[in-house]
């Protein structure tokens, strides 16, 4: 008997376990509704904390620059990106849903303007990139989606041009991103971001500090 409810203990300890990781998985990775999601990713109300004009202003994008947006999403910074660079420049939109490139790519034909753009389907593990490609690698929102993340952007690097940069923003992992709608246990504290892009070969150039929920760093490769 004893050895019996043993088993059972057991057994309801790894399905309980099995169905936090599943759970977890879901909330960490794919959202339940992605129409959903990228409609609440492209809402006017994103934009009072995520002030999109001072961030491009800050980055301080030129006509003609090469940039990609890695974790596009909805396209909500793909699009600006594309304004800023202008035809001359060009965009490459990274993510690794489909559904999410092709809302995005949809968003932007829709702007009824020329452009350079590439979409590019992505595997967890790499950008896929091309071989000095861009002059800006930029992060928003997806650092904490990515895993292993040291050896990520060292061999990302590969696909900057010289004299390129990576910009990350993402939540604050405590209080002062306020109430995100998602468990805050996913997310990458500031200091933790600095060492991890310490180790994989980059010096912190500068840091903004108007984004009330987000830190907002930019990296140069380490000479």
């Known amino acids: 008997m004893m050895r019996y409810l043993l088993s059972l203990a057991i057994a309801c300890a790894f399905l309980a376990t ?16 992605i129409k959903q999601y990228l409609e609440h990713l492209d809402s006017e109300e994103r934009d009072q904390h995520q002030k999109p004009r001072q961030v ?11 940039v990609a947006d890695l ?17 001359t420049g060009k965009v490459y ?69 010289p004299g390129g940069r990576i910009a990350i923003i993402d939540f604050y992992h405590d209080e002062r991103s306020g109430e995100l709608g998602f468990p805050k246990r996913h997310l990458v504290s500031r200091e933790t971001v600095i060492a991890e892009l310490t180790d994989a070969g980059y010096t912190l150039l500068r840091e903004h500090q ?14």
């Open 18 to 33: 099995t169905a936090f990781a599943a759970e977890e998985h879901q909330d960490h990775r794919r959202p339940a509704d």
């Open 56 to 66: 491009i202003d800050a980055l301080n994008l030129k006509p003609g620059l090469t």
């Open 71 to 87: 974790g596009s999403g909805s396209g909500y910074f793909t699009r600006r990106f594309i304004e800023a660079v202008t035809e």
């Open 210 to 223: 108007f984004l009330p929920k987000q830190y907002f760093l930019e990296f140069t490769p380490s000479r």
């Open 93 to 161: 939109a990274v993510d690794v849903e489909p559904e999410m490139l092709k809302y995005a790519e949809e968003s932007i034909i829709h702007m009824h303007r020329s452009y350079t753009a590439e979409f590019i389907l992505a595997r967890p593990d790499s950008p896929k990139l091309p071989y000095e490609s861009v002059d800006l690698l930029f992060v928003c929102n997806t650092y904490h989606h990515l895993s292993d993340r040291t050896k990520y952007f060292s061999d990302a690097k590969s696909s900057l041009k």
